[in-house]
């Protein structure tokens, strides 16, 4: 099992939508959870960490984390052609401590 | 303010030859690390330095060596490159390595090994 795991995209959806994005981790005692966009051929740039159970809101993305499922997901809400990318779930703490390890990806299309 | 930057931007390498891939970043921070990314895959750590003078291997250590002279710099190096060493390198840092910190990216150097 993988330490970190998305859900296998491509993701297509059409413009105005919300576009959803779930991650999954295995170690129960990760601390802090994060979430990057990485357009096709750049660098990741962090779009949103959250750190404690519930919502965290930023515009127009949600973050949610629930621990005790091990879970968090991004709600990309009026999705736009901008958002089409790659996201990134990354987890820190736990037995890795301060390094972050990294899911593969889900890549974003959003149709006009 | 740069940032992060990285040398070269890409780099085509014969199998057997050494290469250095250069890191420099100009906000002061302690943390830095090197990532690898290969295609459609997510980024695996190669190793990392939590202050100057200190290193540690990540989840993908073997082939590539570091160092950190100073708090700016932070080279990788290739001693003997294999063509499973294809990939784009990324390097990253954060303030101080805490788990709250957001991590800064370098735009990458692509490696083709041949």
């Known amino acids: 099992q993988k330490e970190v795991e998305q859900n296998s995209g491509p993701l297509s959806v059409p413009e105005g939508a919300i576009a959803s994005l779930n991650c999954t981790y295995s170690d129960r005692v990760s601390q802090s959870f994060f979430w990057y966009r990485q357009y096709s051929g750049k660098s990741p740039e962090l779009i949103m960490s959250?750190?404690?159970?519930g919502d965290k809101e930023d515009g127009r993305f949600t973050a949610q984390l629930n621990k005790a499922s091990q879970y968090v997901s991004l709600l990309i809400r009026d999705s736009q052609p901008s958002d089409s990318a790659t996201y990134l779930c990354a987890v820190k703490g736990g037995a890795n401590a301060g390094k972050s390890t990294f899911g593969d990806g889900t890549t974003l299309t959003v149709k006009p | 303010i740069a940032g992060i930057t990285q040398a070269p931007t890409s780099q085509i390498l014969a199998a057997g030859r050494r290469m250095t891939l250069r890191c420099t970043q100009d906000?002061?921070?302690?943390?830095m690390y090197w990532y690898r990314q290969d295609l459609g895959l997510g980024l695996r750590l190669i190793h990392y330095s939590n202050t100057a003078g200190t290193t540690g291997k990540g989840e993908v250590p073997d082939g590539y060596s570091v160092s950190r002279a100073n708090t700016d710099d932070f080279p990788l190096t290739l001693a003997s490159a294999v063509p499973s060493q294809t990939s784009v390198y990324f390097c990253a840092s954060s303030a101080s390595g805490g788990l709250q910190e957001t991590q800064y990216f370098g735009p990458g150097t692509r490696l083709l090994v041949l």
């Open positions: 906000m002061r921070h302690n943390a």
């Open positions: 959250i750190y404690s159970n």
